[in-house]
């Protein structure tokens, strides 16, 4: 294995933004197979969207956990093929009581040392999260703040005794979190053989219903019965007459700064053991938050709250050095979010979809992109760039061909304005490299049902977008391979 691969941003590189929830298995037993032809075609970045427990809604950006990943990424198959002896094909439900039992057997003496060292290394987080877990699960998946008094407070005594009823549910939870630390950590070695990195994601907000919310209570502001006093959000804009309520409780800035930001700083030291590049989202959040009192419905009566964002980001490279973090800078920035960025070294995001709504001083467009930046054809949040294309005018569509002056045919017509623009890192979403259109959307915000459910097939990988991403690569200075 590569011991130390080196930076992301140390050179023209190319990307394809896919969930493993988007491989045709559905989690990560496709992940060997896609790091193949990613490495095949000298594509030297996977990025991911955030790898958490999800709510019933699916949303990765609204996790039960910033620490744990989502036991559903479990590749059960793989699991077998590696050694570990299930007497059938068993349902999932089933497969990690199955698998669990293995743990007793004598040739299974080494990963029962592994997993017993993996419940030892992790138990800071780990014991928080499967008692929450488990009582959740115990409450009929009601969230804590509904749950009885005492142990909605954690009072001590009451947390003991629903441990000791629970110890069998709570062993299930560990072990199925070192599982998928495991195989996501063979992953991560066996594309950094091949010379892919990977890319992850991080919002800057935590979930109400988590299990850092209920363990550490008095780093957000809520209020005794633990409801946010006040919730995150986005004012209104262009988009939105009303703004976004996000929902999120707002961080205790006061407390954080007064632990040294240790909170943060266990934060960011789990995504750097799994990724080699973060990108933390809604970064103009660490400068000013927009606080909306709990009890509007909207987002219009909200206002904005500085934010420590330079002593914390100080106290971060304190601690880890120069920070492989990308600043998600979408939206309306102001001059002193564009000054954190820089001033810490972060490079920022430019998305092609958003160039042509305006002016030639338009950031996106790709003469006035730098090299320290992403660049992307669209994100997780836009449609496929050929429905975007579609949906516009006529008029639009001419002005969009004419900048881009290619005989190209969309979606490739944009696909290569990225390869060619001076960004140091190019990110193309899986869609946009298959070249599909409406109808294959991962995410439509300000929606709640229908998102985070697109899947691609093998057999839409064909023969010649492999080439022809592969030769797009060579030609644009941005094709890697392992070693280089």
Known sequence: MTPDPKPVLDRRRAGVLLHPTSLPSGDLGDAWRFVDFLAGTGTSVWQMLPLGPTHSDGSPYHCQSMHALNPALLSTERLVESGWRIASPAPREHFLAAALACLLRPEHAAPRAAFEAFCVAHAAWLEDYALYQALRAHHG???????????????????????????????????????????????????????????????IFVAHDSAEVWTHRHYFKLDAAGQPRTVAGVPPDYFSATGQRWGNPHYDWTRLAADGFRWWHERIATELARFDLVRIDHFRGFVACWEIPAGEPTAINGRWVPVPGDAL?????????????????????????????????????????????????????????????????????????????????????????????????????????????????????????????????????GTTSGNWQWRFRWEQLSGEIAEWWRRALALSGRAVKAGD
């Open 141 to 203: 998946a009601r969230p804590w703040w509904e749950w009885p008094e005492r142990l909605r407070d954690r009072e001590p005594a009451a947390l003991e005794a629903a441990a000791a009823g629970l110890a069998e549910t709570l062993n299930r939870v560990r072990f199925e979190q070192f599982l998928v630390a495991n195989q996501f950590a063979e992953l991560r070695r066996y594309a950094h053989d091949r010379g892919v990195r990977l890319f992850g994601d991080m919002p």
């Open 313 to 445: 980001f100080d106290s971060l490279r304190a601690r880890f050095g120069e920070l492989p973090l990308v600043a998600e800078d979408l939206g309306i920035i102001t001059p002193q979010v564009t000054a954190l960025r820089r001033r810490h070294g972060l490079p920022g995001m430019v998305v092609l979809q958003f160039a042509f709504d305006s002016g030639p001083d338009n950031p996106h467009l790709p003469h006035n992109h730098v090299p320290d930046a992403v660049v992307y054809t669209g994100t997780h949040d836009n449609d496929t760039t050929l429905a975007w294309f579609a949906g516009l005018e006529e008029a639009a569509q001419r002005a969009v061909l004419d900048y881009l002056d290619t005989a190209e045919p969309m979606p490739r017509a944009l696909v290569q304005a990225a390869l060619h623009s001076v960004a140091r890192l190019a990110v193309v979403p899986m869609q946009d490299l298959l070249g599909l259109g409406a109808g294959h959307r991962m995410n439509t915000p």
